[in-house]
T-cell receptor, first 116, second 112 residues
């Protein structure tokens, strides 16, 4: 079974600094998608970045980048130049496709605090 | 693109009552998903529709839960004889083909 583990329940960072959120996953598949979603307090879940497993190049979206280590099954998120608006719960997710169905399997999340 | 819409935003009900939630996906999104999120946890998958066909239903979805997506447009999630343990945020998401899922604001259910 696919599982996603986020080992940091909470993290904090100073405004303008860089922070890295960790995520590991378990799967026996060779091709899959990984995602980071952001959920601000009382607001909807927003896609931050995605990575296709067959692509060796790490995905980047402006200040957000990932360090994808396929052999280690690690998928960390780096936020550069942190802003107050980055404060939120961050969820790592694995896209499972099986038997004509699909779903996201989420980790428990990391609460990010940005200090001014 | 008006986003995924969920109604109501909040629902408070007494234990034993039935509740129904509605989700309107992004126009032309053929895939629709329901998730449940409890405090301090990540969302957990409940069920998946491709067009009007319900292709997967989680074991989390007991026989008190039913979901429909008539005509492959909006979807409803009904919980019968609600229990305390049903208190959670119910999230709906939609996607088109292999594109990422877009989430709604969710319906927060509180059982008295």
């Amino acid at each position: 079974a696919q599982t996603v583990t986020q080992s940091q329940p909470e993290m904090s960072v100073q405004e303008a600094e860089t922070v890295t959120l960790s995520c590991t996953y378990d799967t026996s598949e060779s091709d899959y998608y990984l995602f980071w979603y952001k959920q601000p307090p009382s607001r909807q879940m927003i896609l931050v970045i995605r990575q296709e497993a067959y692509k060796q190049q790490n995905a980047t979206e402006n200040r957000f980048s990932v360090n994808f280590q396929k052999a280690a099954k690690s998928f960390s998120l780096k936020i550069s130049d942190s802003q107050l608006g980055d404060a939120a719960m961050y969820f790592c997710a694995y896209r499972r496709i099986q038997g004509g169905s699909e779903k996201l399997v989420f980790g428990k999340g990391t609460k990010l605090t940005v200090n001014p | 693109d008006t986003g995924v819409s969920q109604d109501p935003r909040h629902k408070i009900t007494k234990r034993g009552q039935n509740v129904t939630f509605r989700c309107d996906p992004i126009s032309e999104h053929n895939r629709l998903y329901w998730y449940r999120q409890t405090l301090g946890q990540g969302p957990e998958f409940l069920t998946y529709f491709q067009n009007e066909a319900q292709l997967e239903k989680s074991r989390l979805l007991s026989d008190r839960f039913s979901a429909e997506r008539p005509k492959g447009s909006f979807s409803t999630l009904e919980i019968q004889r609600t229990e305390q343990g049903d208190s959670a945020m119910y999230l709906c998401a939609s996607s088109r083909d292999n594109q990422p899922q877009h989430f709604g604001d969710g319906t927060r259910l509180s059982i008295l």
